[in-house]
């Protein structure tokens, strides 16, 4: 039997992953227990936690492995430096010093934080560190259902790699083929992510949420796909591409780009956070979200070319973005596509613990092509009907504990269909970005005033932010042009042409905000623009309570669908403990809490109108 602790950490996103002989036993993001979202700081709480969950301690673990190799790093940014010479003489000095001061010594670094999880010896330590791309790779066909498959992995960048095509066949990873940096479409989405005002490295779903905004048929947004692809990237025929880093700061500068010579290709200056958004953001959006998703397509074609796999894999940052999911999926270039849910470098912490156990130790791997090994990325902890108890006396809560689960799912459909936003608290955490049900806020798709309501009464967020839709397995073609399973909320597909409402001839010119509280379906809340939706599939299989909320709902309404968004307020990771739910709960306008078998009426609390007791500070993301 091999016990590996997987670690990512030191960047952003750390996390740490537990696997016995390949079986994925827990994983979580560190920044779910200290509540500062996306920390870099080493996951002593996620490998307590981990620890915990298995039984062990860290003397029984076979090896622990980082997810990646730091004096690789260290040379990248050496080399990049004198290539770039003397351009990037500021960076370089704030950087240098960083890294001869810590990052050079990153197993000291882990040591040390192994000993504030707990006593051990460190001669019975194994440390290892597995390339950054090896595992993302390792993350998506590990767990994949498939024997053999293509692995395509893009992200910003790794050690010096930023995008992989590989192929995996039984327990090995053959990496075919590579694009190094500064070259990244990663970077290059993010550049746009900065210049749009948002938050790289965090903003980059906003992005991806603000492009169906941008008119396709606008001469301004046909314009600024031309400049990316003759002034900014050179897409070659097999996706790799050349970026021009004259227009580029991020690989020796402070900034991603230059923001003077920016607002000269593009005709407007950089958004300040906050500020208004124009049109124009929304055109430059959909533009470089319509050339990310070219590139993708040129990528998947080569992986297809040099591998013949009819499978693909894919992980990476840049396999959150669901949009280019679903046009990948929609292009049929592989039979059949498995997205890692924790695609970013959370789940590299899943991956180095699974490469190892795999292709070090040699462990043999049995995959059926049916099923993947993720558990639905329910991974994080469980709480007690004792904690809940024990929370709601603390905080003075008042509620009603139901004997059966069919009576509460009953009673809290019917409060959602009547127009109440419902906190849905159940089971174990889910690992990565997204919320799967168990810590979930929940909304009636039908309601075309619930997208407003959420964003601005309960995340606290701006109000151009999609929702996605949660539908049972057995309707999603009911509702959805989508002919395969989306359990973790990563493919992008059009709502049937049959729901949707006929949209004004002038649709398209008219303000933004004109356009966002349009009729546009019958399933308002969670239809885009472009008449797209971002689908989870739920399946009883894998949450059965989840289903029965919904079969509830659809059994009241005749909708088989909810709005399903994360259960936190903007710049606040999603709950973790019924402490952070009940918290959230109360600092915002949400209706019904429902913890566990445990219902919470807002109206029933204690100082329920008091808001700003229970509000908690976020840097916004």
Known sequence: MKIILGISAFYHDSAAALTVDGVVVAAAQEERFTRIKHTPDFPVNAIKYCLEEGGYTIDELDAIVFYDKPLLKFERLLETY????????????????????????????????????????????????????????????????????????????????????????????????????????????????????????????????????????????????????????????????????????????????????????????????????????????????????????????????????????????????????????????????????????????????????????????????????????????????????LMSRMAKAVYRKYPHF???????????????????FQGRMEFGPRALGNRSIIGDARNPEMQKKLNLKIKYREGFRPFAPSVLIEDVTTYFNLEADSPYMLLVAPVQEERREKLPNNYENLPLWERLYFKRSDIQSVTHLDFSARIQTVHKETNPRYWGLINAFKQQTGYGVVVNTSFNVRGEPIVCTPEDAYRCFMSTEMDYLVINDFLFCKTEQPEWQNKEKWKRTFKLD
Not at 181 to 208: D, Q, R
Not at 226 to 243: A, H, M, Q
Not at 411 to 422: D, H, Q, R, T
Request: aromatic share 12%.
């Open 82 to 389: 004198v290539s770039f010479a003397p351009r990037g003489l500021t960076s370089f000095l704030k950087a240098i010093p960083v890294w001869l001061n810590e990052k050079l010594f990153l197993k000291n670094l882990i040591y040390n934080g192994l000993k504030e999880v707990g006593n051990y010896q460190k001669k019975s330590v194994t440390l290892l560190f597995s390339e950054h791309h090896l595992s993302h790779s390792a993350s998506a066909f590990f767990v994949s259902p498939f024997v053999s498959s293509a692995i395509l992995t893009i992200d910003g960048v790794g050690e010096w790699c930023t995008a992989s095509i590989g192929y995996g066949e039984g327990n090995r990873i053959r990496i075919e083929k590579e694009l190094n940096f500064p070259h990244s479409i990663g970077l290059l989405y993010s550049a746009f992510t900065y210049f749009i005002g948002f938050t790289v490295n965090s903003g980059e779903y906003k992005l991806m949420g603000l492009a169906p905004y941008g008119n396709p048929s606008s001469i301004q947004t046909a314009e600024f796909i031309e400049l990316i692809k003759t002034r900014l990237v050179d897409i070659k025929d097999d996706g790799s591409i050349w970026i021009n880093q004259s227009y580029f700061d991020y690989a020796t500068g402070l900034r991603m780009v230059p923001d003077k010579k920016w607002e000269s290709l593009f005709g407007f200056p950089r958004r300040t956070p906050e500020a208004e958004l124009q049109q124009h953001h929304c055109n430059l959006a959909l533009a470089i979200q319509t050339v990310t998703e070219e590139i993708v397509l040129r990528l998947a074609k080569e992986a297809k070319r040099i591998t013949g796999s009819e499978n693909l894999c894919l992980a990476g940052g840049v396999a959150l973005n669901c949009v280019v999911n679903g046009k990948l999926l929609k292009e049929g270039i592989f039979k059949n596509i498995f997205i890692q849910p924790a695609a970013g470098d959370a789940g590299g912490a899943l991956g180095a613990a699974l490469a190892v156990n795999y292709i070090y130790f040699d462990h043999n791997r049995v995959a059926d092509n049916k099923t993947d090994q993720m558990q639905g990325a329910y991974l994080g902890p469980a709480y007690s009907d004792k904690e809940v108890e």
């Open 406 to 424: 069919d009576e509460l799912s009953e009673y809290a459909a019917l409060k959602i269909s009547e127009g109440n936003v419902v906190g849905w």
